[in-house]
């Protein structure tokens, strides 16, 4: 069988057999170029695995080869060799269909990392890629369930979004499916085998968010008692999630961005940098380019996130879906044949606006169903007012212990309830029992740790109320379920065995 062939197309002699021998060494076949017109002649007779462009070149700009090789639709990937600093070229290259780039000068690691992506996705050629995708559509095979043009639309796009590199920003009402579509893109992708890691913004303390990105090593702080990698480096080969990248403090977005822009890492406590091949897909429910105007959120990171946008449709824009929907989330909840729709019940679903949207939809079946007899729900049997969901609050009392951990630590007496309405009126939540009491003024030894303590405490406290339902203890902390549930993760805490 014979190797992949690369082309790589540039005009710098030196910089061309440097790329040549790293791919021979790779055990790949290489042709080479050195002006777009080569390149085009050698495009014309050879299929290629990968193709390499500098962007600058004698008689034309590899921008012209990336537009003619995506417009092929044949999904040949190419990536174009951006010089250092010009983030901006990268980013154009990838709007117009770049598959990756590399910058200058060419970090060979970097190179690697970014052929071998390129082959593992020209394993799977695109005409293949397409039956696939629609394979998937007609056996129903998709997560995003819907057979409205509007997800039929989606999923043609999320198929072709798969083959690249690019950053994606997903917009879409809460509820709307967003992580699933981000599921969706990681699954479909190169990048399949390798983690697909979903970071709720709106959920990490600001104190302790460098850390959770990047890491920290040994001894960075106290109670930094072991090396621990940060999201980055878990997602590492794979896919990053921003999910309400809206919600990142200033301070993080210039940390964030960097980390974007160079590729590399550091954690905390470290003195060198490492190298992070993650693709990032970000996630909002809110308008990011209003928040640009406002100076809420910094141009330059919103410039490098939005590379491709993709929004996702509200249900109500999509009722024909609602059958679909409803009786694959029935099926999951009762099993098969389990539970159906009464007479009335569909038409009375199509006259709701669904906020919340499909997760809304999830909840006011679940909670229908509890009401049903023998499984038949009844129009009765929906509370679609009382059905707002919990996911649309900012998680203030996370906020609050965000704030907390600047403010001065309470003194056990000051102790107030933990269920603080605005971030305004920031609690001092009461120290769980198993945490030292602290005097007035007194610091604790570990604050990450206490600051763990304190939520884990209170999250409990919540589940316990409401005997471990996750929707009603989400909506009584003010957190999206999602929320709830990474916290509950991050915290190990359990559902109690039935
Ligand atoms: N098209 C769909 N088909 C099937 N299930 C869906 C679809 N869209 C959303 N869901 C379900 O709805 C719920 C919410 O989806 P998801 O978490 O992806 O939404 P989101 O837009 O990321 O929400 P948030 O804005 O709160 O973060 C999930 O349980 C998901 O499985």
Excluded at 31 to 36: L, M, P
Excluded at 134 to 153: D, H, K, P, T, Y
Excluded at 163 to 179: D, L, M, T, V, Y
Excluded at 422 to 442: H, I, R, V, Y
Aim: overall charge negative; hydrophobic content about 45%; glycine content about 8%.
């Amino acid at each position: 069988m014979s190797s992949p062939r690369i082309l790589v197309v540039d005009d710098e002699a030196d910089l061309r057999e440097l790329l040549e021998i790293t791919l021979v060494k790779m055990g790949l076949d290489v042709d080479s170029a050195s002006t777009v017109r080569e390149a085009r002649s050698l495009l014309g007779q050879t299929e290629y695995a990968l193709v390499l462009t500098d962007m600058r070149l004698p008689d034309g700009t590899g921008l012209e080869l990336v537009r003619e090789v995506a417009g092929t639709g044949r999904g040949t990937p190419i990536a174009v060799i951006t010089a250092y600093g010009s983030a901006e070229n990268a980013v154009i290259a990838l709007k117009a269909g770049a598959f990756d780039y590399v910058s200058k000068p060419v970090v060979l690691d970097d190179l690697r990392t970014m052929v071998r992506s390129a082959l593992r996705l020209s394993e799977k050629p695109a005409a293949q890629a397409a039956q696939d995708a629609e394979a998937g559509i007609e056996a129903g095979n998709s997560r995003l369930l819907g057979r409205s043009q509007a997800m039929q639309a989606l999923r043609a796009q999320i198929g072709r979004l798969a083959r690249s590199q690019a950053p994606i920003a997903i917009n879409g009402e809460s509820g709307s499916g967003k992580e699933l579509a981000a599921r969706e893109i990681h699954a479909q992708s190169a990048r399949a085998g390798k983690p697909f890691v979903a970071v709720n913004c709106g959920a990490i303390p600001e104190a302790l968010m460098e850390a959770e990105f990047f890491g920290y090593r040994k001894g960075a702080f106290t109670g930094a008692t072991d090396e621990r990698d940060g999201f980055f480096q878990a997602a590492n080969g794979g896919t990053l999630m921003l999910d309400e990248v809206a919600d990142l403090p200033l301070a993080m977005q210039v940390k964030l961005l960097r980390a974007i822009q160079e590729r590399r890492v550091r954690k905390i406590g470290a003195t060198a940098e490492e190298a992070v091949d993650v693709r990032i897909i970000s996630a909002t429910h809110k308008n990011l380019a209003r928040l640009v105007e406002n100076g809420q959120f910094r141009q330059d990171l919103f410039y490098r996130l939005n590379v491709i946008e993709l929004t996702l449709p509200p249900l109500r824009e999509r009722l024909d879906d609602l059958p679909l929907l409803a009786d694959a989330i029935l099926v999951r909840l009762a099993g098969p044949g389990n539970a159906r729709l009464g007479a009335g019940v569909l038409d009375a679903l199509r006259g709701y606006a669904f906020p919340g949207n499909v997760r809304e939809l999830e909840n006011v079946l679940e909670r229908a169903l509890a009401f049903a007899n023998d499984g038949v729900i009844e129009v009765g049997d929906l509370s679609l007012k009382g059905a707002r969901l919990a996911g649309q609050g900012e998680a203030p009392q996370l906020q609050a212990l965000a704030q907390a951990a600047a403010a001065p630590v309470p003194a056990p007496a000051a102790a107030q309830g933990a269920s603080a309405s605005a971030p305004t009126m920031a609690p001092t939540p009461a120290p769980p029992d198993s945490l030292p009491a602290l005097g007035a003024g007194e610091l604790p030894s570990n604050l990450p740790d206490y600051l763990c303590q304190i939520e884990r405490d209170i999250i409990q406290r919540a589940l316990q109320q409401t005997q471990f339902n996750r929707t009603q203890a989400a909506s009584l902390l003010g957190i999206s379920v999602r929320q709830l549930r990474y916290q509950m993760q991050k915290l190990d805490i359990h559902a109690p065995e039935p």
